[in-house]
């Protein structure tokens, strides 16, 4: 059983007092019968009186309205979801660290200047000295030494080039079978022949070849030229100046190792940096993030390295560049490049960042490493690099987006449900959801809404789980009785909204569009209509206090009460009087009439009408101050009948009580 305790409208202080009548009665004195009122009860219970006004239904999301479609009284709470936006849930994992070396692998020296030498014509046949004049005999030339230095290198292992060589025959006679023999003059190691096979007419110049490739080739080389001449029938004049030029030259070279000097060059190497991502970017615009770098010059020389990640881009579409001077030898400090406004771009089936890394060797005579140009150098030299990113936060995504969860804060209302109401059961609840999904994207939304009593500790939780198109979804959860049975005190909200392949993995990786200030928000209505099923319950009301005393001398006391009811529920009025408030009498008990039902609701007021006598016990009550009044109303139960409230319904509780007494004059009562 529960206890309602409603407000009267006051006790009506004022007795109205007439005389009914007066005798004289000589010889004594004259006395008088005097009648007096005392209110017990002028109430009015309006289930109108429930409805909550729209000021107060905004101020604390809950209360009794109106349905418009059949005038019945229902409950309502709102709740308000607030906007959640995705914010800096975009996200891209943080990289591993990467790890390359950008290998010269082939060198490019300086090239050499030439080396040139002559064969005298005594040096080839001795017999031909200054003054001879005469015809030449066929002979074998006197092989010629002679040794080549080239001041570029001291060696080089090379990969590609050439030695070029250039004969001008400036003898009186032709030159046949010439082959120029070359060998490394310090171990010996033979380089190649180069061998003119054509007659070389006098005052002719050829040009022939021979490729270093592969070879180690020392900057001391020794030089052997064998050759035959058929000599002429003609009689020449020796003047002793005459001479074979050999100019010997090196071309451009590229050497796997080398100590020498190094010319200026410059060196690319791409590389990737491969992401396993569960977001797949086809293209997105970075609101935070770093990229990180560490180099190391593992050559002699100085050198200048340009990184360009070319898949990331600036505002105006370039690409993003970290360039950094490195000492010979040297590493770097940790760099830091802000991607903060660059753009990502890439494919789904492809998710790497792109890095290209040019490097430019200063020449080895410009650094002077260790006070000299010459440096040892090999193609395994270069750059080490390691670069990483750390988390990328997206202000707007494109691409297959794995999942982003935007929590909804969890959020209590607290409900003060009109105490006589805390023992109905609540019909025909349902739960209304107006959601805006403001993104392009499918999302689902998963609440539980939860009801709890904290003074009997029934709870009830409605999961509601829905599919939010873009734009505006209504969401209605019919039947959803069992919530409101717990009669709660406070209703709570928890849920989130997901997007993405994880929450619809029947879609796969499907392509969207999304941005950090796409998001969800909405209103929950929760929505039941006042016919219930009510147990037996017990409405008290105030206290009316009556604060003069009636010591005067009561006769008699009649009560009379008058009810009024067209609520759909029977029961009964206790009129209880007494000089302490926690220990009254019951006066009477008073039934409330109920007349017929047609469709759940009462088709007329029931009345009627009671006059009763007060005993004795309580006219003595009534005599000492204070004197308290009070009713107690017990609606009985429904019987699990339905009731429907509408707001015209009431019950008028009129109860008063006449007095009767005497006054004299002797007494002045």
């Not at 230095?149 to 030695?163: A, K, P, T």
């Not at 490739?213 to 050759?227: H, P, S």
């Not at 006598?613 to 009713?631: A, D, E, G, V």
């Amino acid at each position: 059983m529960n206890t309602l305790r409603a407000p009267l409208s006051g006790l009506v202080a004022t007795l109205a007092l007439f005389i009914a009548s007066c005798t004289l009665e000589p010889p004594g004195m004259p006395t008088w019968t005097v009648q007096g009122t005392v209110p017990f009860s002028e109430r009015v219970y309006r289930m109108g009186e429930l409805l909550t006004d729209s000021a107060r239904m905004a101020r604390r999301g809950w209360g009794i309205v109106l349905n418009s479609r059949d005038s019945v009284l229902q409950f309502e709470s709102r709740d308000t979801i607030e906007y959640q936006a995705i914010g800096d849930r975009l996200t891209y994992e943080a990289s591993p660290v990467e790890q390359y070396s950008n290998r010269i692998d082939t060198i490019h020296i300086t090239e050499p200047r030439p080396d040139a030498d002559t064969i005298n014509i005594s040096e080839a046949n001795p017999t031909l000295q200054a003054g001879y004049q005469g015809s030449v005999a066929p002979f074998v030339m006197q092989q010629a030494q002679d040794t080549l230095v080239f001041d570029v290198f001291r060696w080089v292992n090379v990969f590609y080039g050439w030695m070029r060589l250039t004969v001008t025959n400036e003898y009186p006679f032709p030159i046949d079978n010439l082959i120029i023999q070359l060998t490394n003059l310090e171990n010996g190691d033979p380089l190649g022949a180069v061998r003119f096979l054509q007659r070389i007419m006098p005052g002719v110049t050829l040009t022939d070849s021979l490729s270093l490739a592969g070879k180690y080739v020392q900057n001391e080389i020794l030089m052997t030229a064998d050759a035959t001449s058929p000599g002429t029938p003609n009689t020449v004049t020796i003047a002793g100046d005459e001479k074979m030029n050999l100019l010997i030259s090196i071309s451009e070279t590229d050497v796997e190792s080398a100590e020498a000097k190094v010319a200026a060059q410059s060196f690319n190497q791409s590389d990737e940096l491969a992401y396993n991502n569960r977001n797949k970017i086809i293209r997105a615009e970075i609101k935070s993030g770093r990229a990180f770098f560490t180099l190391r010059n593992t050559t002699r020389m100085r050198l200048f390295s340009e990184m360009r990640f070319l898949n990331i881009r600036d505002s105006s579409g370039n690409p993003l560049e970290q360039n950094v001077t490195l000492e010979p030898l040297s590493g770097s400090e940790l760099m830091v490049l802000d991607l903060t406004g660059a753009t990502i771009t890439m494919t789904i089936a492809d998710q790497r960042l792109l890095v290209d890394n040019r490097v430019t060797i200063e020449d080895s005579d410009s650094t002077r490493y260790m006070g000299t140009a010459y440096q040892v150098i090999s193609g395994d030299q270069g750059v080490d690099v390691e670069y990483w990113t750390d988390e990328l936060i997206m202000r707007r995504f494109e691409g297959a987006l794995d999942s982003v969860r935007v929590d909804i804060p969890d959020f209590i209302n607290a409900i003060d449900m009109p105490k006589g109401l805390d023992s109905v059961n609540f019909t025909r609840d349902t739960i209304y959801l107006f959601i805006e999904n403001q993104s392009a994207m499918l999302m689902k939304l998963n609440f539980d809404i939860l009801a709890n009593n904290s003074q009997n500790g029934r709870n009830y939780a409605i999961p509601v789980s829905s599919d939010l198109l873009p734009g505006l979804n209504t969401i209605i959860v019919p039947n959803s009785d069992r919530l409101l049975s717990v009669v709660p005190d406070t209703i709570s909200i928890y849920g989130w909204a997901g997007l993405g392949r994880y929450y619809f993995p029947q879609f796969g990786y499907r392509v969207g569009d999304i941005n950090e200030n796409d998001g969800v928000f909405g209103n929950i209505l929760i929505r039941s209509a006042l016919k219930f099923t009510i147990g037996l319950t017990t409405i008290t009301t105030d206290l009316t206090h009556l604060k003069e005393p009636l010591d005067l001398d009561i006769e008699n006391v009649k009560l009379d009460a008058h009810l009024i009811n067209s609520i759909p529920l029977a029961g009964t009025v206790k009129l209880l009087m007494g000089n302490d408030s926690l220990a009254m009498d019951t006066v009477a008990n008073i039934v409330i009439p109920r007349r017929q039902i047609v469709h759940r609701r009462v088709i007329a007021a029931a009345e009627t009408s009671y006059t009763l006598q007060i005993p004795q016990s309580s006219l003595r009550k009534m005599r000492r101050k204070p004197l308290y009044t009070q009713q107690i109303i017990q609606l009985q139960s429904s019987q699990g009948d339905t009731a429907w409230i509408y707001p015209a319904d009431s019950l008028v509780v009129q109860a008063a009580a006449t007095i009767f007494y005497k006054i004299n004059a002797e007494g002045g009562n």
